[in-house]
């Protein structure tokens, strides 16, 4: 069992910067590969970006490569998901995930925070 709870969100303008935070509970942490995901209003959840479990694979989606970086410090059960140049299409609820493999669908994680608020003003 993982708990996962996220921290960090809040309201920036547009090309400002934010660390998100996915402080994980549980010993077992460092087996699994960590996700971030972000849901707007009105639309599908949607896949940001993907750590494997010892940080040696990233993923990201098109859309924030090059701005947002994911990375993890297993001793302090956390992953991050650095997002610099914010857009005001980035303004979402970002939750991080838990699962085995550092996969794309929302399918592949078994474990799930409550999300925090990201807002982003033009």
């Known amino acids: 069992q993982v708990q996962l709870v996220e921290s960090g969100g809040g309201l920036v303008q547009s090309g400002g910067t934010l660390r998100l935070s996915c402080a994980a509970s549980?010993?077992?942490?460092?087996?699994?590969?960590m996700g971030w995901f972000r849901q707007a209003p009105g639309k599908e959840r949607e896949f940001v970006a993907a750590?494997?479990?010892?940080?040696?694979?990233?993923d990201y989606a098109d859309f924030v490569k090059g701005r947002f970086t994911i990375s993890r410090d297993n001793p302090k059960n956390t992953v991050y998901l650095q997002m610099n140049s914010l857009k005001p299409e980035d303004t979402a609820v970002y939750s991080c995930?838990?699962?085995?493999?550092?996969?794309?669908?929302?399918?592949?994680?078994?474990?799930w925070g409550q999300g925090t608020q990201v807002t982003v003003s033009s």
């Open positions: 995930a838990a699962g085995r493999v550092p996969a794309r669908g929302a399918n592949n994680y078994n474990y």
């Open positions: 549980g010993r077992t942490f460092s087996s699994y590969a």
């Open positions: 750590i494997s479990w010892s940080g040696a694979l990233t």
